[in-house]
T-cell receptor
Framework: GAGVSQSPSNKVTEKGKDVELRCDPI?????LYWYRQSLGQGLEFLIY????????KSGLPSDRFSAERTGGSVSTLTIQRTQQEDSAVYLC????????????FGSGTQLSVL | AQTVTQSQPEMSVQEAETVTLSCTYD???????LFWYKQPPSRQMILVIR??????QNATENRFSVNFQKAAKSFSLKISDSQLGDTAMYFC?????????????FGQGTILTVHP
């Protein structure tokens, strides 16, 4: 595709439910990143996938958060037992396989937990 | 740990005028990268400009330029000939580079409004 695609664009859920957020990176990009943008915490790194290497999960805020990347392409961020403080915009970015390549961001998923 | 501070929550400028957004950072690294990103209402983060710390020359991209003061750990963005389309949230960001290149630390952001 032309850019990084994220779905859904907006998601409203009830406290305690699980949600899945999807990211389709630019074709051929081997690096994929998830970020969270919230009013209280600003923009925070969550997790990073690079090719077939083990992901860098150092930014995940709790064990309710997990992510996977299937076939080195599409990624899903899962939040279990959602809490109101999980309400945020979740942004995905991808980049080609070089250490200093530009990141391309998607338009994010706005998650609202009621 | 690295920190990035943007001390101006909001700024405004008249169309065609010049505005400067401030950013300071703290790091013990010697080699790193600094960025300015623009986030319009569409939410998509767009890279405006990048500066490598080992380069003394300030980066420029058309109407956008930076004033990089490594010793002072300051990295300001100057927008010349401001246009209505420049209205957006601007984020200053830092990365160590290497395998951590995409792990960005962001500032709190500055909302810029360009008035006609």
């Amino acid at each position: 595709g032309a850019g990084v695609s994220q779905s859904p664009s907006n998601k409203v859920t009830e406290k305690g439910k699980d949600v899945e957020l999807r990211c389709d990176p630019i074709s051929g990009h081997t690096a994929l990143y998830w970020y969270r943008q919230s009013l209280g915490q600003g923009l925070e790194f969550l997790i990073y996938f690079q090719g077939n290497s083990a992901p860098d999960k150092s930014g995940l805020p709790s064990d309710r958060f997990s992510a996977e990347r299937t076939g080195g392409s599409v990624s899903t961020l899962t939040i279990q037992r959602t809490q109101q403080e999980d309400s945020a915009v979740y942004l995905c970015a991808s980049s080609p396989d070089r250490a200093d390549e530009k990141l391309f961001f998607g338009s994010g998923t706005q998650l609202s937990v009621l | 740990a690295q920190t990035v501070t943007q001390s101006q929550p909001e700024m405004s400028v008249q169309e065609a005028e010049t505005v400067t957004l401030s950013c300071t950072y703290d790091t013990s690294e010697n080699n790193y990268y600094l960025f300015w990103y623009k986030q319009p209402p569409s939410r998509q983060m767009i890279l405006v400009i990048r500066q490598e710390a080992y380069k003394q020359q300030n980066a420029t991209e058309n109407r956008f330029s930076v004033n990089f003061q490594k010793a002072a750990k300051s990295f300001s963005l100057k927008i010349s000939d401001s246009q209505l389309g420049d209205t957006a949230m601007y984020f200053c960001a830092f990365t160590r580079g290497g395998t951590s290149y995409g792990k960005l630390t962001f500032g709190q952001g500055t909302i810029l409004t360009v008035h006609p």
